[in-house]
């Protein structure tokens, strides 16, 4: 609890006492008075505290993988809904699961000089930790003398991490095992998998290769960012039942904008509602183009957005919106906002797969620190309410391996030929094993 908030509860319960043992005789005092102007008092702390957080704080909204897109119906609870989705899923013929490309592991904020996590990341786990040098690691998280796990209740050691089992220390930069205390030498041989990793713009990302190859391109700096002239406003995080691919192909869906996400965002998220009459006044406008970008750059793809909001029928150019979405590899997209007095700033929008088909989707804002942090949250709180009703899709649909397109929807296509370069002979791929999904 905040301290604000803790106050007003403080002076709320002082006040509740108050009105409890007062005697209005006693003190001569009209008898409401003092438990009047107390209670006013934590009234007014709450209200500050809420406003405090309304224009300063960051938004975060974090969702389970159950919240979002289920339908809980027949007295079931949203969990039960989500796991029997999960669990009578037809996939369809699936491309590989885990592409090649960088993947957002943490954001840089949460991990300390010092610490270490464990986050799952393409089926594996992975411990990541901030050496005392300030640079951040990832090795996998089991250690290979006896498989303890290294993110939990390892300790930093200048830039190695120390497992909490027996006390062997691995290096950071290559996961070379450098200390064994109770023995006289250290094999050659002694060492955990570690991951290329980077940090750029606030967030640590991990590097997959399925033959284990190094880097091909790198994650674009957004100097901004760097430069703090941009500034942290927020994020949100959901996990999608799908695969990976469904996710960056819906910027090459041109159709279902005109159909989804026309309805104006306080219709809500749930679709069955978001056509509803009463919100009718409201409708967002979407011009849209998809690209992949040429050589060099051929592991990029652009989405150019043009949005408008019409009101009871009236179009708002003051509110209309040029969005560039560039897509970095297989998961990593830069939403790019450029308005004339909005403001410009950045959501990055991160794709980990975490399972085969359980994708952990976060959405970072970065906002120029000069406008009032409201512009980049309802910015934020927009965009989370349009990608919630395409997660109510994603979360209960099939891959198609052969969809049935018409001419209209040839961007589709040519969205799957540029992501097929993600793959290569080895790439894992999920196969099913008597009801059971293995690889
Ligand atoms: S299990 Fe890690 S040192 Fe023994
Ligand atoms: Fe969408």
């Known amino acids: 609890m905040s301290a604000v908030k803790t106050a007003a509860?403080?002076?709320?319960?002082?006040?509740?006492?108050?009105?409890?043992?007062?005697?209005?005789?006693?003190?001569?005092?009209?008898?409401?008075?003092?438990?009047?102007?107390?209670?006013?008092?934590?009234?007014?702390l709450l209200v500050l505290d809420w406003l405090r957080r309304l224009l300063f704080c960051p938004l975060e909204l974090l969702r389970?993988?159950?919240?979002?897109?289920?339908?809980?119906e027949d007295g079931r609870s949203r969990a039960r809904a989500a796991n029997e989705v999960r669990r009578r899923r037809k996939t369809g013929e699936l491309p590989p699961v885990y592409p090649n490309g960088w993947y957002r592991a943490l954001d840089s904020r949460m991990l300390e000089r010092g610490e270490v996590k464990n986050v799952s990341v393409l089926g594996e786990q992975v411990a990541v930790f901030r050496g005392q040098n300030g640079k951040a690691y990832v090795l996998d998280a089991y250690c290979p003398h006896l498989g303890a796990n290294l993110a939990v209740g390892g300790r930093v050691v200048g830039?190695?991490?120390?497992?909490?089992f027996h006390g062997w220390q691995f290096r950071g930069k290559d996961g070379k095992c450098v200390r064994i205390p109770y023995a006289a030498k250290v094999p050659e041989f002694a060492k955990v998998r570690s991951w290329p990793s980077c940090e750029v713009n606030g967030l640590i990302l991990v590097w997959f290769?399925?033959?284990?190859?190094?880097?091909?391109?790198?994650?674009?700096?957004?100097?901004?960012?760097?430069?703090?002239?941009?500034?942290?406003?927020?994020?949100?995080?959901?996990?999608?039942n799908a695969h990976i691919e469904e996710i960056p192909e819906n910027a090459a869906d041109i159709a279902h904008?005109?159909?989804?996400?026309?309805?104006?965002?306080?219709?809500?998220?749930?679709?069955r509602y978001t056509n509803s009459k009463t919100w009718e006044f409201l409708r967002h406008d979407w011009k849209v183009q998809w690209e992949p970008e040429a050589?060099?750059?051929?592991?990029?793809?652009r989405m150019q957005v043009k949005?408008?909001?019409?009101?009871?029928g009236r179009h708002w150019p003051p509110l209309d919106l040029h969005v560039v979405a560039r897509q970095v590899g297989p998961g990593v997209v830069f939403l790019l906002f450029d308005h004339s007095f909005l403001g410009r700033?950045?959501?990055?929008?991160?794709?980990?797969?975490?399972?085969?088909?359980?994708q952990c989707v976060s959405h970072i804002i970065f906002y120029q620190s000069n406008i009032p942090a409201l512009v980049p949250k309802f910015f934020l709180k927009a965009e989370c309410i349009q990608f919630e009703r395409d997660v109510m899709i994603w979360n209960n649909k099939k891959y198609v391996s052969k969809p049935l397109l018409v001419k209209e929807d040839s961007a589709i296509q040519k969205h799957r030929r540029w992501f097929s370069q993600f793959y290569s002979e080895n790439s894992p791929q999920l196969r099913y094993q008597r009801n059971t999904l293995d690889f």
């Open 64 to 72: 389970a993988p159950d919240d979002v897109g289920y339908i809980a």
């Open 159 to 164: 830039s190695c991490i120390e497992c909490p």
């Open 257 to 271: 904008l005109a159909h989804l996400h026309t309805p104006g965002i306080l219709s809500g998220v749930d679709l």
């Open 295 to 301: 050589e060099p750059n051929k592991h990029c793809s």
């Open 209 to 240: 290769h399925c033959d284990g190859e190094d880097p091909q391109w790198t994650v674009p700096e957004q100097l901004e960012i760097t430069k703090g002239e941009w500034v942290y406003r927020g994020r949100t995080e959901h996990f999608i």
């Open 307 to 312: 949005h408008s909001l019409t009101v009871f």
């Open 9 to 44: 509860v403080v002076v709320g319960l002082l006040s509740f006492g108050l009105l409890q043992g007062r005697d209005p005789q006693e003190s001569g005092l009209h008898a409401w008075t003092g438990p009047g102007l107390l209670c006013a008092a934590g009234l007014s």
């Open 345 to 358: 700033g950045v959501i990055m929008h991160c794709v980990t797969p975490v399972e085969p088909l359980l």
